[in-house]
Structure formats: C-alpha cells, structure tokens
C-alpha cells in the first residue's frame, strides 16, 4: 500500500473536519422529517449528502442527486438507494418549481462558468469574470426554482490557500499568470486542477442568493467558505 503524502493527509484531515463543521450547520438549519424532499445539485456519488444526512429520518427514496456524470449518480442509487437524477452543464433540473424542500449545493457553483473547452484559453479577467457571473446568476435562479429553502456553500476568495489547488494565494492571480502557473504545477504539485472556477466573494454570494442569509465557515480564525441559507422560520 502506497503511503499518503504528508501534504494530502494534512489538507484531508482540514477538509474533513471542515464538512462536519457544514453538516452540523445543515442539519441545525432545517427541520428534516422522513418525507422532507431534498435535492443534492451536483452531487457526484450522493456520498457527501448521505454524510450530511446522517441521524435524521429522512427516506433514502426522498433524497434526489444530480450530477453531469451518469456513472456516479447510479453508484449512488445502487448504493444508498437515492433518485439519480442525470443534468447537462446548463444545471437545469427537470422538475416543478418548489418539487423540494430543501435544495443543497456544495463546492458546484464556484464551476458554473464558462464551457469547459475555453477553460484554458481564457486569458482576460474581465471576460471571464463576467461570463462566470452570468451563468452563475442562471444557476443561482435554478437553485431557488426549486426549493423553497437552499443551502450553497462555496470556497471564500480571499481565504489564502485555494481549495482547488491547495497552494497558497494562486486564486489571487491575473488569469493570464494562473494559467501557465497551473499548467506547470499539474506536472508535480501533489493536486491538479483545472482553473474553470470563479470564486466568489460575500456582496457577490448576497446577489445571487438575495433572500439568504450569508454565513461563514472559518478555519483557524479566517473564513474558508461562504454559505447562503434560507430556511423557514
């Protein structure tokens, strides 16, 4: 068995412990009854919700994941018995407004941004920041289509080690130095990543999600993420 990196164990350990702080959030935010209906919005395997789930009644057949990748959405059927539920980028979801409870969306939006195949060629800040918000705004309003409460969480900009990459002060780049940057540490660095993520700041999170509350998950006395709430009183 190969030995994990010293690196990797430390950010796992952090990212870990940062998911338990999340998931008490979650839960302490909304009364969740075996028939309350969520929605996991890019979900990948339901792994992560099922997590967040844990020690409510909620019924496995009222827990709906939604993921681009067809293969994980089955696996997560297959394994916790959750409504697989197959999307295309544009993050539309083929259901009534207000069909959920609750709608929860972890580290997805911060990747509604541009189409993949100009990831890498998108040198201009300006250009891309503002096509990322548009389809930010699109996806935000599908969000709160949906469900009649939501919790979106999303890695803060200014916190120093960005969680794409674990490097240091990287998100704070000029695009036109991030992305050769990247291409050369995805060569040897011990995580590699593609730069297709707009990491928004608190005024942006609070225009998109109008009606939420912004609330901060800190680590070691700085704010690591940002999540909108709405929940019923």
Request: charged share 25%; hydrophobic share 40%.
């Amino acid at each position: 068995m190969s030995k994990v990196n010293p690196i990797t164990k430390i950010v796992l350990a952090f990212s870990q412990r940062a998911r338990a702080k999340r998931a008490f959030v979650f839960r302490n935010s909304f009364l969740i009854t075996e028939d309350t209906k969520v929605l996991d919005l890019g979900s990948e395997s339901g792994a992560n919700i099922n997590s967040v789930l844990q020690g409510t009644s909620i019924k496995p057949e009222n827990v709906y994941i939604a993921d681009i990748d067809d293969s994980l959405i089955q696996k997560g059927a297959d394994k916790f018995g959750f409504v697989p539920v197959l999307i295309d980028e544009t993050g539309r979801v083929p259901f009534d407004d207000y069909f959920f409870d609750i709608v929860y969306c972890s580290s997805v939006i911060e990747h509604v941004t541009v189409p993949k195949d100009q990831v890498w060629l998108m040198y201009s800040d300006s250009e891309f920041r503002d096509k990322s918000l548009r389809r930010q705004k699109e996806f935000a309003s599908e969000i709160q289509r949906l469900g009649r409460q939501y919790f979106v969480q999303t890695p803060y900009v200014h916190f120093p080690v960005e969680s794409h990459t674990w490097l240091p002060f990287i998100a704070w780049l000029p695009r036109r130095l991030l992305i050769p940057l990247l291409k050369a540490t995805n060569l040897f660095w011990v995580k590699s990543t593609t730069p297709d993520w707009y990491l928004l700041n608190r005024k942006e999170m609070s225009s998109l999600f109008m009606e939420a509350s912004i609330v901060s998950e800190k680590t070691i006395g700085l704010t690591k993420s940002i999540m909108a709430i709405k929940s019923k009183p």
